[in-house]
């Protein structure tokens, strides 16, 4: 589980717990796209709480598929982009 992969405290699994329970729809690929990105975190559990942010703020954007975009294709994703942490903005693909 990401709680004791990341070893996460008491307060920011709790947090993990009510923002999941309210996002059913894409439950599977949130916790993908979490797990992918907290593994290439410096410090997981604060990653995890901008993370959860952008989820209750509604601008989360799962990214463990090919998110309906060819493997290789002209608007394929760049590997910083699917880590979560490009810097290019809209500029990224």
Do not use: W
């Not at 996002?23 to 290439?40: A, G, H, K, P, S």
């Not at 942010?53 to 954007?61: A, T």
């Amino acid at each position: 589980s990401l709680v004791m992969r990341f070893n996460l405290d008491d307060r920011i699994r709790s947090r993990l717990t009510d923002v999941m329970a309210r996002r059913q729809n894409t439950f599977y690929e949130d916790m993908r796209t979490l797990r992918e990105v907290l593994e290439t975190a410096r410090n997981p559990p604060g990653l995890l709480s901008v993370k959860l942010n952008e989820m209750e703020q509604g601008s989360f954007i799962a990214r463990g598929g090919t998110g309906g975009f060819g493997m290789g294709g002209k608007d394929e994703f760049c590997g910083d982009f699917r880590r979560g942490i490009c810097t290019r903005g809209d500029r990224c693909k």
